[in-house]
């Protein structure tokens, strides 16, 4: 992949310069969710970066006022109830791994989030290794309201906020504002800004070699406990929800009649 151009990506728009790779999740028409074509571009561009010794830094953004709002819906309506395990997971698994990669590969990954976070957006963010938010950003994991769990966010969440802040934001669903983030850990730094902040950080994290950084990573990872087992039951767990019966009706609703679960169940 050309990685100074966009190379015939159909969701993302891609720079390089100065050995800064920004990727800009651009899928407006869907307000920037994640379907499979998404997944695998994404891993395409990381390959590319680790196959280029002169990138050292990546920077993940979205559209003005959305970063990634979670899973496109009109492609997990598609999947059967009698759906075999690699149907289910042609979202989850790729994800899944895509959020291991960001938190294990040999290099700098900042998030730079203005706006809308939704559900497996969520997870883009806490995967990274440091994230530069506007202060209009909200940050909301929105699953159980449709009958699933944010399995596969958890395990990184988790390991960025701590225990109960992510569980919390799980059962309430509540949406956090950027300041409270960043009084959370989600978010590193809060600016009206954000260019300024990533200029800083790009000549900061410009003298430390990937190789440093993929040490740094994988120590990390063996001293917290984020195990493959762990990530395993994540990816079936979430499979496992995504074609039952009631999550299924939640989304035949909204994809067919655009209504959300609690309204549905008032009528």
């Not at 720079?15 to 899928?27: E, M, N, Q, S």
Request: hydrophobic content about 45%; some cysteine; charged content about 25%.
């Amino acid at each position: 992949m050309d990685l100074s151009g966009h190379g015939g990506l159909q969701t993302l728009r891609v720079d390089a310069a100065d050995g800064v790779v920004t990727v800009t999740i651009h899928r407006p028409e869907a307000r920037n969710s994640i379907n499979a074509v998404l997944l695998e571009e994404l891993h395409a561009v990381l390959d590319a970066v680790e196959a280029d010794a002169r990138q050292q830094l990546i920077v993940l953004r979205g559209q003005p006022g959305t970063f990634c709002t979670g899973m496109d819906f009109d492609e997990v309506s598609t999947l059967r109830p009698d759906a075999t395990a690699a149907e289910q997971e042609v979202l989850t698994r790729p994800y899944m791994r895509l959020l291991r990669r960001m938190a294990t590969m040999s290099r700098v990954i900042i998030s730079h989030v203005d706006g809308e976070v939704l559900a497996g957006g969520v997870g883009f963010v806490a995967a990274s290794d440091l994230v530069v938010a506007t202060p209009r950003s909200r940050f909301s994991l929105s699953e159980v309201l449709w009958g699933l769990m944010p399995a596969m966010v958890i395990p990184y969440l988790i390991r960025r906020v701590g225990y109960q802040p992510a569980y919390r934001m799980a059962l309430t669903t509540q949406p956090v504002s950027a300041e409270a983030a960043l009084a959370m850990n989600l978010v590193d730094e809060v600016s009206d800004s954000p260019e300024l902040a990533l200029r800083r950080l790009k000549v900061r994290l410009s003298r430390v070699q990937p190789a440093t950084v993929g040490n740094l990573k994988r120590y990390f990872r063996q001293v917290w406990v984020l195990s493959d087992e762990v990530e395993e039951l994540a990816v079936s767990e979430i499979s496992r929800l995504m074609v039952h019966g009631d999550f299924q009706k939640n989304l035949r609703d909204f994809v067919e009649h655009q209504l959300l679960p609690w309204e549905a169940k008032d009528r």
